[in-house]
C-alpha cells in the first residue's frame, strides 16, 4: 500500500482510500471526502473536532506521507521528521437515500511544530497505533492528543511554474 499527500484544501468528494472494519475483517475502500450536511442545504463537513466525544463504531483510517495547510496565503508541507507515513484517525457513515457513503477526519489540537500555522490539526496516528484505533482498544484521549514537538518537518510548497500548471 502507498500513502499520499493529503491537502486540507482538497474539493469535498474528492475520493480516497480509507481501512475500516468490516464484519471483523480489514478493508480498503474508497470513499468521498465529506460527511452529509446536518441540515437540508447545508454544507458537507470534512472534519470533526474530537475533543469531548467518543467513536465507539464506523472509525477509519486516511493512509498518508504529509498533510498540506494554507496558512497567510502560503502553502505548507507537514511530514513525519522520521519519514515514516502515517494515518488520520477518522469516522465513516452508510450511504443515505441523499448521500454515498463518506468519510471525515478527526481533528485537534496542533502540536508545537503545526501551532505558528494552525491552532488546529487532523489527528495522526503512527502506524503501530492504527490497531488500536481500529478496535478500539484504548480510549479516544490516548490517541487522540498532539505528538511531542519535532515530529513533523515542515516545509513550504512552491507555487507550480508555468510549465505544471494543468488546463
Known sequence: ???????????????????RRN????????????LEPRERGGRPFTVIRAEGRSFPSHR???????????SRGKHYGFS?????????????????????????ILTIEANADVAPFHD????????????????????????LRPLPAQTFKTRLWDEPRQAELKY
Open 1 to 19: 500500500m502507498s500513502a499520499s499527500i493529503f491537502d486540507t484544501d482538497a474539493s469535498v468528494s474528492q475520493r480516497r482510500v480509507i481501512i
Open 23 to 34: 464484519a471483523g475483517d480489514v478493508e480498503m475502500v474508497e470513499l468521498p471526502w465529506g
Open 60 to 70: 477509519c483510517l486516511i493512509p498518508a506521507s504529509e498533510f498540506r495547510h494554507r
Open 80 to 104: 513525519l521528521a522520521g519519514g515514516d507515513w502515517f494515518y488520520f484517525a477518522g469516522i465513516w457513515r452508510s450511504a443515505t437515500a441523499d448521500w454515498p457513503e463518506a468519510f471525515a
Open 120 to 143: 488546529r490539526q487532523m489527528a495522526v496516528l503512527r502506524r503501530d497505533q492504527r490497531m488500536v484505533w481500529l478496535d478500539r482498544t484504548c480510549r479516544e484521549e490516548a490517541l
